[in-house]
């Protein structure tokens, strides 16, 4: 029975479901932006990709549901930190990140992350050693540096 199965789904998989038009198991850009319109905190398109690449927290290039999950479960706030990005810093992390990632599989790896470290050095922002630093900043624990772990290394730490 329908209104069964419904009743055992949690808000976030309701949600999820409502806005995963193609039910393909991810929501596009465009389908987060219609999520967040609907719940109050409109984003234009800009900012709805920019959230889509920070809510990947694998690196896959999908905003799957446990992602999603993740991220509604976070805090009240889960809307303000999506308006709250500066457009024009995300997209130089982005593309500073992208440079890193030299296998363009989504993430930075450990033989990667040795020269985005070096880079982040070069600009005095205090650093513990590289493998506490990787440590520190893989908060999954994958054993690499997704966008979205970086994005939140970078906004914790800026002076």
Partial sequence: DFSQSKASMSLSQ???NKYDVEGKGSLSAGELKSLCYHMGHPLNDEKAA???QILDTNGDGQFTYDEF???????EQRFATLESIDSQWLAGVIT???YYDRDESG????????????SLQSTGRPLPPLEKFLDNIDSNGSGSLSLSEYIEFLRATQP
Avoid: D
């Fill in 96 to 98: 500073h990140f992208k």
């Fill in 50 to 52: 920019q959230a889509v």
């Fill in 14 to 16: 309701i949600l999820f």
């Fill in 69 to 75: 999950k993740r991220w509604w479960a976070s805090s």
């Fill in 107 to 118: 993430t930075v790896s450990r033989a990667e992350a040795p020269a985005l470290y070096a």
